[in-house]
Antibody, heavy 118, light 111 residues
Framework: QVQLVQSGAEVKKPGASVKVSCKASGYTFTSYGISWVRQAPGQGLEWMGWISAYNGNTNYAQKLQGRVTMTTDTSTSTAYMELRSLRSDDTAVYYC???????????WGQGTLVTVSS | QSALTQPPSASGSPGQSVTISCTGTSSDVGGYNYVSWYQQHPGKAPKLMIYEVSKRPSGVPDRFSGSKSGNTASLTVSGLQAEDEADYYCSSYAGSNKSVVFGGGTKLTVL
């Protein structure tokens, strides 16, 4: 069965970086893209960007351009999302999700809570 | 402020139908047939309920249906059940930089 398993919760100080992993199983990793979506506490969903697991092409949300990098390791079927220069408003649950059609996502990771606090 | 506008709340009694709207612009909802709907229970990851305006993934009950007219998409839940109580989010492909925009979410209460 398809599974996306994310790395554990992180606590970071403002200005630091965080890298979240998302290990895929149960399907051919390179056949689907991966999007990252975050959700601040008590708030709605926010799309962060997308990466093709086939060729590594990326599209990032404009507001995160320059601070976010998405990568994949096809040898381990793992996607990564790195966010730099963290601020308190980056505190959120970060999800990876499998992209099936023009940014629709059928399988999601369990979420990774990233807390940014001094 | 979210790019797509959803009502903050909706409600209905068991067995009834409820429709949730999602209003955007010609640059997102109105410009593409790539509207999706997600159900999210507290503390859980979102679940895809509808994609490409009206398609249901395998395993999603046919009580859930989607439609679109102009710049507004809609999710209809028929035959409401207690387990349908959740937050619902719409999203749309927005073209520019192949981006995606979300609605602010609608809390559906089953009375």
């Amino acid at each position: 069965q398809v599974q996306l398993v994310q790395s554990g919760a992180e606590v970071k100080k403002p200005g630091a970086s965080v890298k979240v992993s998302c290990k895929a199983s149960g399907y051919t990793f390179t056949s689907y893209g991966i999007s990252w979506v975050r959700q601040a506490p008590g708030q709605g969903l926010e799309w962060m960007g997308w990466i093709s697991a086939y060729n590594g092409n990326t599209n990032y949300a404009q507001k995160l351009q320059g601070r976010v990098t998405m990568t994949t390791d096809t040898s381990t079927s793992t996607a990564y999302m790195e966010l730099r220069s963290l601020r308190s408003d980056d505190t959120a649950v970060y999800y990876c999700a499998r992209d099936i059609a023009a940014r629709a996502w059928d399988y999601w990771g369990q979420g990774t809570l990233v807390t940014v606090s001094s | 402020q979210s790019a797509l506008t959803q009502p903050p709340s909706a409600s209905g009694s068991p067995g009834q139908s409820v429709t949730i709207s999602c209003t955007g612009t010609s640059s997102d909802v109105g410009g593409y047939n790539y509207v999706s709907w997600y159900q999210q229970h507290p503390g859980k990851a979102p679940k895809l309920m509808i994609y490409e305006v009206s398609k249901r993934p395998s395993g999603v009950p046919d009580r859930f249906s989607g439609s679109k007219s102009g710049n507004t998409a809609s999710l209809t839940v028929s035959g409401l059940q207690a387990e349908d109580e959740a937050d619902y989010y719409c999203s749309s492909y927005a073209g520019s930089n192949k981006s995606v925009v979300f609605g602010g979410g609608t809390k559906l209460t089953v009375l």
